[in-house]
């Protein structure tokens, strides 16, 4: 540890040499700031972009085209793989029908409306996290079917599924409630949620069978659905939406994917990153030259004051630690200089960029540990050039001083 | 009395046998308060002598390399051996005060503050040290420039300086290299006169290199002389000789 005076010489020698400090300073700070803007403005975009997609559960969504008999192997399958977040089977489109109407109170014709079912369970993304239907009548509206309805949550609605059965058409009805209404922007059409067992017993029912859940006769004793048509499933997370797609193909399933979307951005994502790393590079080793010659300099200019100073009475390490001390003093100006610009560039974009942006998105975004990597990256780019100078200057010798020079 | 130099055979040997140069002290003993001034040509190893003596430079050999300061004695050959290097440092700060032949001020700081210094890295507080440093600038008529920086000083006021850094920390010996070459016949006077004033008051040991025998015994320094003397195959050798002990001593 260098004497406490140290500090004091190689600050006062700093000051006196201002022109020169500044100039470090400066060449820090140029090097800093618009680099670290450059990433903000990257990683505040593709973070930006990222989120609305992965914001959105449809991009994560994996649909398939078309109509197959998919056993419970395929969907213990398709469960038991680490890149599928939710997975759920779907009976035929023409089975999905039900008729709502609110229950019939004080108006003598309460609203209804034909509304497609759709199969839902725990887990299922369209939720955000909530449960969307029950066993015991629970169901979720889209925002359009509630509107239709004239319904909020909590609110009694009766289900009624129809089938013509002998040339007579018959109706099943069963008591629901709504849990919740999902928000336009996850689902536009008029939809319900509902518990997959409300489904399959639709499409028993429709086929005849007799269906204990609507109390209901029918040509052929209940049995429960082993194989269905379709499924709605969504990946893990964006990137894994492409192998999820080529897995199901592979298993003869044709689906469709937003995968173009996804693959736009990680690419720009990437794109930028090469760039970014590439201007770095550049700039780090063109800076690395020109402090380590403006040191190097400074430290032979000062030989004459360092033989001084250990002449009367420095230690070698203390005169080692005068260019080290002078180069850490360089680079925490520099650092905190260069992190205010950034922090205030970063405000003038978000600001500008403001009108196009959603809620909560921003243009130029840095998390803290960003900035502890560019301060440390800094840190060393100056630390490695004053190891150079720090070389200089033990060599001083303190007869140098006793010498003219 | 204690000796506070005692050098017998320090050798200093430089280049190669054949056409280098040796510098023998064959004995220096320096009682403490003891002024000598330390005489030659150019070339005879008085750079050398004092770069010994300031602990900047190794000796080759020695038989007896001792400073008796502050009556603790070091025996500085030792200390070499073991490259001690920041024990050697601190005995520099302590107990040598040095005036060099242009200032050697730091630029960075202020008069005050080059001639406060030598306290400060001995540990005393800012406040103490500054007093002391005005004090003894007062002393050397330099107290109305305490807060210029020496750039802005003529060669005269520098070297004042330099004599006030040199003796503000009292240290046992003081080591002064042709301290007034550069400056004009006046200012070398005042400067001589006012070193050796505050050297007498202090009672401080000083060995002033110079070329002048008559400016040494002027000011009352006992000159020892650098003599050029035959060396081994053609090298060139210079002999220094001065034993306090056996002069004065008894």
Known sequence: ?405 | MELLLDLRRVRRRRGSADGGFTLDIDRLAIRPGERLALIGDSGTGKSTCLDMLSLTLAPTDWERFDTHFDGAAQTIGALWRRGARSTLAELRARYIGYVLQTGGLLPFLTVLENVALPRRLLGEAPGPAREAAEALLERLEMADYARRLPASLSLGQRQRVAVARALIHRPALVLADEPTASLDRRNAESVLRLFTEILEEQGRAAIWVTHSAELAAAYGFTPIFCQPSPGEMGASRSVIFHDASAEGGA
Not at chain 1, 374 to 398: F, H, I, Y
């Open chain 1, 1 to 405: 540890m260098p004497r406490p005076q140290i500090y004091r010489l190689a600050l006062a020698d700093l000051l006196h040499d201002r022109l020169v400090s500044f100039c470090q300073v400066a060449l820090l700070v140029a090097l800093f700031s618009p680099l670290l803007l450059l990433f903000s403005l990257k990683y505040g975009i593709v973070t930006t972009l990222l989120d609305e997609l992965a914001g959105n559960p449809a991009t994560l969504q994996v649909k398939p085209i078309g109509a197959y008999h998919l056993g419970p192997d395929f969907f213990v399958g398709l469960q038991a793989r680490p890149d599928v977040r939710f997975v759920i089977p779907e009976t035929r489109p023409i089975a999905t029908q039900i008729y709502l109407s609110r229950e019939p109170g004080a108006e003598a014709a309460p609203p209804s409306a034909d509304v497609q079912m759709i199969a839902t369970g725990p887990g299922d993304p369209m939720g955000e996290g909530h449960v969307l239907a029950d066993a015991e009548g629970g169901i979720s509206l889209s925002a359009a079917a509630a509107r239709k309805l004239g319904v909020e949550p909590g609110a009694k609605l009766l289900g009624h599924v129809e089938r013509t059965r002998a040339g007579q058409t018959e109706v099943a009805s069963i008591t629901l409630h709504v849990i919740s209404v999902l928000p336009e922007r996850l689902h536009p059409l008029i939809s319900a949620f509902v518990d997959l067992a409300l489904l399959v017993a639709s499409e028993r029912y429709r086929d005849d069978f007799a269906v204990p859940l609507f109390k209901t006769e029918g040509d052929r004793p209940w049995q429960e659905m082993t194989e269905f048509a379709s499924f709605r499933l969504y990946a893990a997370e964006l990137q894994d939406v492409a192998p999820l797609a080529a897995y199901l193909r592979g298993r003869g399933v044709e689906v469709t994917t937003a995968a173009d979307q996804i693959e736009g951005v990680l690419a720009l994502d990437r794109n930028l990153t090469i760039l970014f790393s590439a201007v770095t590079a550049l700039a780090g080793l063109g800076f690395i030259g020109a402090i380590a010659a403006s040191m190097v300099s400074s430290v032979e200019r000062k030989r004459r004051s360092m033989a001084v100073l250990s002449l009367i009475g420095l230690s070698r390490g203390s005169i080692i630690a005068f260019p080290l001390l002078q180069a850490a003093m360089i680079a925490i100006v520099g650092i905190v200089t260069g992190s205010i610009l950034v922090l205030a560039g970063m405000a003038v974009i978000n600001a500008y960029f403001l009108p196009v942006l959603h809620q909560g998105e921003l243009a130029a975004r840095l998390k803290p540990e960003h900035l502890a990597v560019a301060a440390l990256a800094a840190l060393l780019l100056v630390g490695l050039p004053a190891m150079a100078a720090a070389w200089r200057a033990s060599r001083v010798e303190p007869s140098e001083a006793l010498r003219e020079i």
